[in-house]
């Protein structure tokens, strides 16, 4: 791999991240792509595979369940500290750092260790500064706030991974249109993953009934229309420090747009704000024309439509920042009874909770079937998506 001289030999090892328990439908949107799968690491919110050189923009442009595209140096199990010094001193970073370049190293540690990720930080940037003055004879200069390249080592508990940040600190799910701030607001990239999980297509009737700021109506529009996620992005991608711009304009240059397409999204939400808010989000992205939000209550559905939804995606309050746990009860069971008076016996519901027992229990009263459950780690929190439907 030659990434400076314009010349690319060998087709490159890659890994994502992405929110873990989420892998599965992340590896499928990779594979279209056009990324060959290596290794799906579940519960590990990482996916290995393989690919030329023009995933690197393609993947950060238009990938909608990730959250970084990484070239992947190496993975492998270590003991100490002193071998994670050792695995990285052994890689070749000629062809991703020019000596006039900064690095950084951003350490990621999960798991129990006897050394911090601090620790972690110091010693692979030491190890790539001695490896690149035995190689180049010149000492890279280290620069944290603002690095030329960001160097990922993830040790995660007995493996560490290495790779070169294609993405940068602003991480894919930051799309750039969220103008006002609901809240608690839905991870867009999990937004995408929830609505490929459904199964949608963009002739379906489409239901959030408790949309707040839209988010899941707003990324179904983008998918629909075939509007990059990376559209409205404002930080430039690590990437181009490293390839140049003009790989980015060719995978934009590539993109055709379905500005006109109509399709039926619609959104229910108790508070006028979030309304508003979620207009605001719509239009910046440029789907407001295809997405209509109602003022409403989720529990009396069946006063707001008449006609049955294909597929419904919700990300309900849970009870932690907006709502609080006694009224989540009634909520689910209110919901998903008055829901079910729109659901024919094809719909898909998707529901993201970290109220697990409770959407259960709500489920089973009114006689749903749940056909799949993820648990997926949102940040801190443990939550549990549901597949569900009538029949
Ligand atoms: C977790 S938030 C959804 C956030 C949204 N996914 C986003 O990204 O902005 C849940 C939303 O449900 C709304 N809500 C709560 N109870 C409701 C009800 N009975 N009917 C309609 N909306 C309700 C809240 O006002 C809140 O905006």
Redesign the pocket.
Same mark, same amino acid.
């Given at each position: 791999m030659r990434a400076h001289g314009g010349v690319f030999l060998i087709r490159l090892m890659y890994m994502v991240t992405l929110m873990p328990g989420l892998e599965e439908v992340a590896s499928q949107e990779i594979s279209e792509l056009g990324g060959k799968i290596i290794e799906i690491r579940s519960g590990h919110g990482r996916i290995l595979f393989e690919g030329d050189i023009d995933l690197i923009p393609k993947l950060n442009y238009l990938a909608r369940t990730i959250e970084r595209v990484l070239a992947l140096l190496t993975v492998e199990k270590f003991q100490t500290l002193d071998d994670i010094y050792k695995i990285v001193k052994s890689l070749d970073f000629r062809e991703w750092i020019r000596p006039d370049q900064s690095f950084a190293i951003r350490p990621l540690r999960v798991g129990e260790h006897d050394f911090t990720s601090i620790d972690v930080g110091r010693v692979a940037g030491q190890a790539v500064i001695d490896n690149y003055l035995e190689a180049k004879g010149v000492r890279l200069k280290v620069n944290l706030n603002n690095p030329d390249v960001i160097i990922r080592v993830d040790v995660i508990f007995d493996t560490v991974y290495v790779g070169i940040d294609t993405t940068g600190d602003t991480a894919l799910h930051k799309r750039g249109y969220r103008i006002y701030q !609901?809240p %608690? &607001? $839905?991870n867009p990239s999990i %937004?995408a993953s929830l609505i490929r999980l459904a199964g949608w297509k963009v002739d379906e009737r489409f239901l *959030?009934?408790?949309? /707040?700021? /839209?988010?899941?109506l707003i990324e179904a529009a983008m998918m629909g229309r075939n509007i990059p996620p990376g559209k409205f992005r404002v930080t430039n991608y690590a990437f181009h420090k490293i390839l140049g711009e003009d790989t980015l304009k060719r995978v934009m240059a590539s993109v055709q747009e379905k500005r006109d397409l109509l399709m039926e999204l619609y959104g229910?939400?108790?508070?006028r704000k !979030?309304i508003k808010g %979620?207009l605001i989000n719509a239009d910046k992205a440029g789907v407001f024309d295809t997405i209509t939000v109602i003022r /409403? *209550?989720?529990?009396r559905l069946e006063e707001l439509f008449r006609d049955p939804f294909d597929v419904v995606v919700v990300?309900? &309050?849970?009870g932690l920042r907006?709502?609080r746990k006694g009224i989540i009860r009634d $909520?689910y069971f /209110?919901?998903l009874r008055s829901l079910k008076n729109l659901l024919h016996e094809r719909s898909r519901v998707v529901i993201i909770t970290s109220e697990d027992e409770v959407l259960r229990s709500a489920a089973m009263k009114n006689k749903y079937v749940i056909r799949r459950e993820m648990r997926v780690k949102y940040g801190d929190l443990d939550t549990t998506v549901f597949l569900m439907g009538i029949t």
């Open positions: !609901h %608690a &607001p $839905l %937004a *959030d009934p408790m949309c /707040g700021s /839209g988010t899941i229910v939400e108790k508070f !979030h %979620a /409403g *209550d989720a529990t990300n309900p &309050p849970y907006i709502a $909520l /209110g919901f």
